[in-house]
C-alpha cells in the first residue's frame, strides 16, 4: 500500500480479534516506528509490550489504579465484582497493550522534543502497523498519570508513559470520519 493511501485508510481500532500478531511482525511494526525524527538521535521511545499471561499483571495494576483514582468502587459489591470482572476481560481479550514510555528530561525544552517524537514514533509504528493488517488503539487514560500505577509496572519515577496502544487484527474497522478541509486551519502568510 502506498504511504499515502495507507495515511488515509488507517482508523483506530476498537475491537480486536482474539488472535496473536507474531512477535516478529511487531518488532517490525515498531523497527518501523523508530525511523521517527528525533532531536540528537536521542530515540527516546521505550516500550513494554504485554502478551499472552503478561497482560494479567497490566491489567491487575489498571483495575487496581481505577479503584484508587475512585473510577470503580473498592468494596466487594456483586455489581463492583461485575464490572471488574467485565472491564478485566474486555482488557484481557485484547491480544496485545504496548506501554509505551521515555525518559524525563529534566530541561523542558528537551522533555519537550523527546515527548513530540515519541508521538511520531508511535503515528509510524500505527502506519506500519496499518499495512501489516494489524489494528492499534492510541489510549491515553488516568491510570498512566497514577504514580503507584508507574511503579506497579516497574517504571521509575524518572520516566513517563507517554501512552498505551492495544494491538492485534481489527475485528471491526470504523468508517472514515473524514478531515476538516486543511484551508480551515492554514493561513499562507506570503508577504
Ligand atoms: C494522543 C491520542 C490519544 C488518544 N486517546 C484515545 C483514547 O483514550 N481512547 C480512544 O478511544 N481513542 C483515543 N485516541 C484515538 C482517537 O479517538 C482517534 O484517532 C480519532 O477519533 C480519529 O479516528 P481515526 O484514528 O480512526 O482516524 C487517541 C488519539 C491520540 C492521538
Known amino acids: 500500500m502506498a504511504i499515502r493511501e495507507t495515511i488515509k485508510a488507517r482508523r483506530s481500532i476498537h475491537s480486536f480479534k482474539k488472535d496473536v500478531v507474531d512477535t516478529a511482525v511487531l518488532k ?3 523497527t518501523y516506528g523508530s525511523y521517527a525524527p528525533s532531536h540528537y538521535m536521542k530515540e527516546p521511545w521505550r516500550i513494554k509490550l504485554y502478551q499472552e499471561k503478561g497482560k494479567q499483571h497490566l491489567v491487575d495494576a489498571i483495575l ?34 504496548a506501554v509505551i514510555y521515555l525518559p524525563i528530561e529534566p530541561d523542558p525544552v528537551r522533555y519537550e522534543e523527546e515527548y513530540a517524537a515519541v508521538c511520531a514514533f508511535i503515528q509510524n509504528a500505527q502506519l506500519a502497523a496499518w499495512e501489516f493488517g494489524v489494528g492499534m488503539l492510541w489510549t491515553i487514560t488516568p491510570y498512566m498519570h497514577d504514580p503507584e500505577f508507574v511503579a506497579e509496572i516497574g517504571l521509575s519515577k524518572q520516566e513517563k508513559i507517554a501512552a498505551v496502544l492495544q494491538i492485534g487484527y481489527p475485528a471491526k474497522i470504523p468508517r472514515d470520519k473524514g478531515r476538516t478541509p486543511i484551508e480551515e486551519k492554514l493561513e499562507l502568510i506570503n508577504e
Open 64 to 97: 487496581t489504579s481505577y479503584q484508587r483514582l475512585g473510577m470503580i468502587p473498592k468494596n466487594q459489591h456483586a455489581k463492583t465484582v461485575r464490572m471488574l470482572d467485565s472491564m478485566g476481560q474486555f482488557l484481557l481479550d485484547i491480544p496485545h497493550h
Open 28 to 30: 517490525e511494526i515498531f
